[in-house]
């Protein structure tokens, strides 16, 4: 390498390792700290400059990068491996009585030395409990709990959790360090994603912790990034050298160096300051981002915790004090039948209204009809409701001793509630569905979800004008919206001149959306915001998209085997036919803007599957890709019978294998650049 390559890979590389000192900053302030200095787009803007000099310099990219949280390629399945230092499981009780005889057993352990001792007070985070291994300050393996002894190497999913320091911050760690922790689903994340869940037709996660427990067993990264989990740390396992003489002097060096701790663990002298801990939190528990079951209490000093020692289950400096479940006894008075957009019919219980973790509760959602049947629950039982990691109301149990007689059993409606139209069960599933498109409880499920801000963005088109439209006839279909007039609109209840000339603007201007928010908005199962924009930019318009076969389809980055089929499935029905149709007459667009590359308004790659390869000399991988796409083609990540031509660059590893083989032209960076029309 020239003296003058050497100190242009010198400059690139500290500009590299700057910008990653910068985001990890800001990612300690968002996810840990929650003090926020700069906006998302700002964020957003110091993210694509460090992805692009990487891009460019892929030898360059560390295993701590911030742009490794995002990506990587589905795993085959977890490891097992063996915890340095056993994660026992922790002794509880529910009582008040029992904490007290806790006390009386680790003082009596400790005979005088107790003189002096502290206890350190956590809450308990419902979560799924994991060990981080730290070398020389960087992240080397995550594991579950598992067992105790071994549990499941879950390094590559781990490492997709914001809060999750793949580098340790300042200076002064041991060089091994584990800390333990747990992995919880922040509770706006959790109904986020049970929320777009619903909206795809899928079955909502029941809680928090076994939603974390399905994310961390995901073999594919991707999943678990978009999840947004959080981890929190609450003490250590193996150290190569003591950092601090109590617990609660660990937790702060933690901190110190970039993990997230609890900010309301505290440290008490007696068993009655413990007591009032407690007490306190068994009320501000409702009111934190996270589910909670109880308060951890811990012997402080590090050096107390070795004399008392552990049994073969669990440690004997510490106890988990454990709330009841919040539950309240109501009398079920109503089972409504909900429909949804895809038509999903969805039992609702109707009860007596009662108070469950600080809000007043007077319905739950029963799931399935299944569970029905489960609970055997009927109208006038008395029932037991409780809040599912203290964040979804659901009837738990019914109790049968205070069942009135001559109670019938609650059935499956054979038609729809609604339209009265034909109700089915998905084959091998457990949900009933109305399997008329023209529903009209669907069509305003479905209208208010297409006019949505991240779907088609129609402003003033809510769920009371849409109610008047569908009962009065005048929208069956997505296409009737823009077939609506002035006078239509004004004669509605709250419509004057002035907000339908408002709405009319702003469906006309909902047109020009694109194909993206068009996919997200027209109800194709299991198609969320995220692979619309996905399948949109890969076809480029809604003729190629409709005519792609499944494997066409499971080439999109993130569009699995069940996302394909359900796109399939739509496009070949009739009323997903129809739909289109009906839309393209009334004008929407439904492509993508592809910019011009070479001669004004050519685009030289049309209609080609293109593969980007190795290192390329003058392009990043990402600026291949989009002069593919600018071009008019398709950029892909994997070869398969349907790539028209894979770009080989340095180094570029099994692709261009795998094109040879199969018979697939390859080309050099210098013939790429003449396709495009550019000179090399």
């Known amino acids: 390498m020239s003296s003058e390559s050497n100190r242009t890979a010198i400059d690139v590389q500290g500009r590299m390792e700057k910008l990653r000192d910068e985001i990890r900053r800001h ?5 840990v700290e929650a003090k926020p200095e700069i906006s998302d787009r700002e964020y957003d803007r110091l993210y694509r400059r460090l992805k692009e000099l990487e891009d460019a310099h892929p030898e360059l990219i560390t295993g701590d990068s911030p742009t490794q949280r995002v990506g990587g390629e589905p795993i085959e399945g977890f490891e097992t491996v063996t915890h340095a230092a056993a994660m026992l499981s922790i002794d509880n009780t529910y009582s008040l009585e029992d904490l007290r005889d806790f006390d009386e057993r680790v003082r009596k352990g400790l005979g005088k030395a107790a003189i002096g001792m502290h206890y350190l007070v956590d809450p308990k985070i419902d979560g799924v409990a994991v060990s981080l291994r730290y070398e020389r300050g960087r992240l080397t393996q995550a594991a579950t709990r598992g067992d105790g002894r071994r549990g499941d190497d879950i390094t590559n999913n781990a490492k997709r959790i914001r809060s999750v320091p793949l580098r340790l911050r300042g200076e002064g760690w041991p060089e091994v360090l584990e800390i333990r922790g747990e992995v919880y689903w922040p509770t706006d994340s959790f109904t986020d994603c049970n929320r ?23 073999l594919d990264p991707k999943v678990v990034a978009r999840r947004r989990l959080a981890f929190m740390a609450h003490g250590f396992g193996k150290m190569s050298e003591p950092v601090a ?37 068994a009320t501000k528990r409702a009111q934190v981002d996270y589910a909670t079951d109880g308060m951890v209490v811990k012997v402080d000093e590090l050096d107390l915790r070795d004399r008392l020692g552990e049994t073969s289950h669990h440690p004997r400096w510490c106890i988990a004090y454990k709330y009841e479940a919040d539950r309240a006894e109501t009398v079920l008075r109503q089972i409504e039948f909900n429909v949804g957009r895809l038509g999903t019919i969805t039992p609702l219980a109707r009860f007596d209204p009662v108070q469950l973790a600080g809000t007043i509760v ?43 007689d001559g109670l019938g059993e609650i059935s499956p409606p054979d038609l729809c509630p609604s339209c009265g139209g034909p109700a089915k069960k998905d084959p091998g ?53 823009y077939l609506l007039t002035r ?49 949109a930019e890969h076809f480029g318009d809604i003729d190629t998209l409709a005519a792609a076969e499944a494997e066409q389809l499971t080439e999109v ?3 699995g085997p069940v996302i394909a089929e359900s796109v399939r499935a739509f496009f070949t029905s009739q009323h997903g036919g129809e739909a289109i149709a009906r839309l393209k007459a009334v004008g929407v667009k439904m492509t993508v803007e592809r910019k011009p590359s070479a001669a004004e ?61 199969l018979g697939i032209e390859t080309i050099d960076e210098a013939e790429f650049l003449r396709r495009l029309g550019r000179t090399p």
């Open 27 to 31: 990612d300690q302030l968002y996810y």
């Open 196 to 218: 777009e869940r619903v909206a795809d037709g899928m079955e909502p996660f029941a809680n928090p912790r076994n939603g974390t427990a399905g994310t961390l067993k995901q």
């Open 245 to 281: 003489k109590t617990a609660s002097q660990v937790m702060r060096r933690l901190a110190s160096w970039g993990v997230p701790i609890s900010r309301d663990s505290q440290v008490r002298k007696t068993l009655e300051e413990v007591s009032d801990c407690i007490n306190f939190w």
């Open 362 to 404: 007077s319905s739950a959602s029963l799931h399935n009809f299944d569970q029905v049947k489960r609970l055997d629950v009927r109208v006038d039982d008395t029932i037991l409701v409780e809040k599912a990691g203290e964040i979804i109301p659901q009837v738990v149990q019914v109790l049968f001793d205070k069942r009135p």
């Open 429 to 481: 599933g457990v949900y009933l569905r109305c399997v008329n498109p023209e529903c009209p409880a669907q069509i305003r499920e479905r209208l208010e979800f297409y006019a949505g801000r991240g779907q088609m963005d129609i402003e003033n088109l809510g769920p009371a004008v849409i109610d008047q439209l569908v009962s009065r006839g005048l929208v069956k279909h997505f296409a009737d919206l």
């Open 487 to 535: 006078e239509q609109l004004v004669d509605l209840d709250r419509m004057a001149e002035k907000s339908s000339q408002n709405l009319l603007a702003s469906i006309k201007q909902s047109k020009g959306q694109g194909l993206a928010r068009l996919l997200a908005g027209i109800g194709i199962r299991h198609v969320g915001n995220r692979a619309a924009e996905d399948l």
């Open 557 to 559: 980055a993130d569009i």
């Open 601 to 661: 308004g050519e685009l030289p790659l049309e209609g080609k599957t293109v593969v980007v390869t190795g290192t390329l000399g003058g392009l990043s991988r990402t600026e291949a890709e989009q002069a593919v796409k600018a071009a008019g083609g398709n950029a892909v990540k994997s070869v398969s019978k349907n790539t028209d031509f894979v770009v080989v660059g340095e180094s570029p590893g099994s692709k261009a294998d795998k094109a040879r083989s």
